[in-house]
């Protein structure tokens, strides 16, 4: 049983581990950039912000009881304090931008927050879903159905010749983005990510790290998603982009066949030191801590360390981050206390686990 959250609500489905290929693909995510027509963009006017959140509350509060809007809940983010709008960024409800202090910003969350929608990141609307594991086409048939209930209710910005019209040029057309979370120890060690990875923005394809754009892939695990959002159907980006994640995980299998093949010792005493570090160490940063975690969940994907439930790396990917760790702890922490808070709360963790054979 992995431990609950620190409000008593469980974590964000997406981090359950289960469904398919759960062990290569952390999460699988569509979302869509939309923009209501009379009202200027969000970065205009502060008074168009306020009134596109007020314009979604009154969605909300018109819509039927079997609808999904009646699921969500609004959170005004000027309400929050640094440390719960970062959290929110930890769990990927938000963006880093949609953090930042200043303007009407608000985010909806449904309860296992599989939904959610960003009211004035970059757009009026940013509409998510979030599922575990390779779900692409369940994340878009819940997206879609929460865009058509809004549009019951919202005029959207939109152009027949163009599609959606957005704040950002590369978002036109669809508005959407379709992306999968990936963890690739095995091609990593065996020096296939690079050229793998590289070759994706050749067919249109981003890659980037474990929170969106500007940030660094650590702990072997990447964000990959499409970049063209016009001229193509949502249905072809979904198409296209699942199709690569299956070569993506047929070549991460085979680069772990590899690894087991040709140096299963030097691999087992890899993955064995990583867990054996982890459940020790009294200080460790977050970067370490990710890249110790990815050869132990590797570890634990190819039985090579037995009794543990890889699932509660997903857990920890979201508990050792500093917004998270100093709400815990009820204080703001230092870089130097978070390592040591961080180290603790893994030890804790896994403590419950049984002990590798």
């Not at 020790?280 to 090579?304: H, N, P, T, V, Y």
Request: aromatic share 4%; glycine share 8%; net charge negative.
């Amino acid at each position: 049983m992995l431990r609950r959250d620190l409000e008593g609500k469980g974590f964000s489905k997406w981090m359950e581990g289960s469904g398919p290929h759960a062990d290569i693909v952390i999460s699988s995510r569509i979302r869509l950039a939309r923009n209501l027509a009379e009202l200027p963009f969000p970065h205009m006017s502060e008074e168009a912000q306020q009134q596109a959140v007020e314009a979604v509350n009154k969605a909300m509060l018109e819509s039927q009881k079997e609808s999904v809007l009646s699921q969500l809940r609004l959170i005004r983010l000027g309400e929050l304090g640094t440390m719960d709008r970062q959290i929110l960024v930890e769990k990927h409800m938000i963006s880093p931008q949609h953090a930042q202090p200043g303007g009407y910003k608000a985010v909806l969350l449904n309860q296992d927050e599989t939904l959610s929608i960003m009211i004035n990141e970059e757009d009026h609307l940013r509409i998510q879903c979030l599922l575990p594991a390779l779900q692409l086409y369940e994340a878009w048939r819940l997206t879609d159905e929460l865009d058509n209930a809004l549009e019951q209710h919202l005029s959207y910005a939109f152009n027949e010749a163009v599609g959606y019209l957005t704040a950002c040029p590369t978002n036109v057309g669809t508005g959407m983005r379709a992306s999968v979370m990936v963890h690739l120890p095995a091609m990593v060690m065996t020096k296939q990510a690079g050229r793998v990875l590289t070759a994706l923005s050749q067919v249109g394809l981003a890659v980037r790290g474990l929170y969106g754009e500007g940030t660094e892939a650590i702990g072997n695990i990447f964000q990959i998603s499409n970049q063209i959002t016009l001229g193509q159907t949502e249905e072809e980006i979904i198409h296209n982009l699942s199709a690569v994640a299956k070569q993506i995980i047929d070549q991460e299998r085979g680069a772990r066949e590899i690894l087991l093949r040709e140096s299963k010792l030097q691999l087992e005493d890899r993955v064995c030191r990583a867990y054996g570090i982890l459940s020790s160490a009294r200080i460790i940063s977050s970067q370490e801590a990710l890249a110790l975690m990815s050869e132990a969940r590797l570890g634990i994907d190819l039985k090579l360390i037995k009794g543990v439930d890889a699932r509660i790396f997903n857990e920890l990917l979201l508990t050792i981050q500093p917004a998270y760790l100093q709400k815990s702890a009820g204080a703001q922490l230092d870089a130097g206390d978070r390592d040591i808070k961080r180290a603790a709360l893994i030890r804790h963790s896994l403590s419950g686990q049984k002990n590798k054979e």
